[in-house]
């Protein structure tokens, strides 16, 4: 028999403190994401699966949850925000001769695997950016990311940034067949150096193209490991990717912004419908990146609206589960008025409520026709006291000020 107290696997109860930070975190980001003109946009939490099959590059359909309607349409969860803000461009901005700046906070559902410890339940906060190819772009969407992790607090992170092209210029140099992308890419996820070298021997690519997967798994740090690449024999393709990097790290040098980011030459992309720039936001604790974002110009037009687009979300839950790891999670403070009253008092109370409330005060009324509330509050009071604060803990889960207590008696 199930136990009706406690909840699936990868999913949480939040309240009280959590729950003040976690408004005032997203908050925060819409604020960022509004101060860079983008507009708000709610797409539905399931969708029909089509919108995330195999073809448009997300993940398997193993990880989705799903379900029927009476008709029989195969829904899901939705696990994947990309495709349905795609959607919802090709269908509502078709006609847009400008750039289509939008943003969201919605949910997101994986059905992870049992023992692994994520979570199969997040709130994502993400911004995308259409009709605009421009390096300038990118530029935009790493520096709303950097700004937008920044608000929260966060200080110790990093952006890896990979590119697609300088990945695919080696490959279609190499000549590899589909089963020895997938070993090459494994490899590289894995950072399996002695693997790599073996595969390059092993491979039939050109003699300068197995040089270069060999030293995949190296190709990762500062911007210095963009001037150290472009002294290898590299593909037209890889080079011209190479110096999109170098344009954007100088533009984020510039505002001071490139100490967050740093370059992986070899990172695979997390989704398969990335075609430009892809980037991963790491920190401290968290045990699972805190952003993804990149560029996916080929996926509107699959809703039927040919536009390039780039976008990136941030995962509220692993961002704040990496604040309060490093210590450093703000204290939730609530304003709040407790206002006693008595039976017979309760009519005058709760006039006096409102009327604070009117003024702005948030009022939260108990009744406690014996005083006895109030003394064990007091008690409380005094121990803080004793602490040289003028602060009292309730549950340990909201903090009043006595100063503000009211009873009408």
Not at 44 to 54: A, L, T, W
Not at 378 to 406: A, G
Request: hydrophobic letters at 40%.
């Amino acid at each position: 028999m199930i136990n009706l107290l406690h909840i699936p696997e990868g999913v949480r109860d939040i309240y009280g403190s959590e729950c003040i930070n976690k408004a005032k975190f997203e908050a925060a980001i819409k604020d960022c994401m509004h101060s860079y003109g983008y507009g708000d946009v709610v797409t539905p939490s399931f969708e029909y699966f089509d919108i995330f099959n195999k073809e448009r590059g997300t993940m398997s359909s193993r990880d989705m949850f799903k379900f029927f309607d009476k008709d029989g349409n195969t829904l899901v969860l939705r696990p994947d925000i990309t495709p349905p803000m795609a959607r919802v461009t090709a269908k509502y901005f078709k006609d847009s001769f400008m750039p289509v700046r939008l943003c969201y906070r919605a949910k997101q559902y994986i059905n992870h695997s049992s023992l692994q410890g994520k979570l199969k339940e997040t709130t994502q906060l993400g911004a995308e950016l259409y009709n605009d190819a421009s390096v300038f772009a990118d530029f935009e969407i790493l520096l709303l990311t950097i700004k937008s992790i920044l608000a929260c607090g966060v200080e110790n992170f990093q952006l890896e940034i990979g590119i697609t092209d300088f990945y695919h210029g080696i490959i279609e140099m190499a000549g590899l067949d589909s089963e020895e992308e997938e070993q090459l890419k494994e490899l590289l996820e894995q950072k399996n150096i002695f693997g790599l070298e073996n595969f390059a021997d092993t491979c039939k690519a050109p003699e300068e193209i197995k040089v270069l997967i060999a030293k995949l798994a190296d190709l990762y740090g500062g911007s210095e490991i963009l001037s150290k690449v472009k002294e290898l024999k590299l593909p037209e393709k890889s080079i011209v990717a190479v110096e999109r990097l170098e344009t954007i790290n100088s533009m984020l040098s510039e505002l001071g912004f490139d100490k967050y980011v740093s370059f992986d030459l070899s990172m695979p992309s997390k989704f398969t419908y990335y075609t430009g720039i892809f980037f991963r936001g790491i920190t401290y604790g968290a045990g699972e990146p805190i952003a993804y974002g990149g560029r996916y110009d080929n996926l509107v037009k699959q809703f039927g609206l040919d536009v390039p687009a780039i976008g990136f979300s941030i995962t509220l839950d692993y961002l704040m589960i990496s604040l309060e790891r490093e210590g450093i999670m703000p204290e939730a403070k609530r304003d709040m008025t407790l206002l006693f009253y008595d039976e017979e008092s309760g009519r005058e109370a709760f006039k006096k409520a409102e009327e604070m409330r009117a003024n702005g005060q948030k009022v939260r009324m108990i009744m406690d026709n014996d005083g006895s509330i109030a003394e064990k509050l007091s008690k409380y009071h005094d121990e803080s006291l004793r602490d040289e604060s003028k602060k009292v803990i309730v549950h340990e889960l909201e903090t009043f000020d006595l100063n503000d207590v009211i009873e009408i008696k």
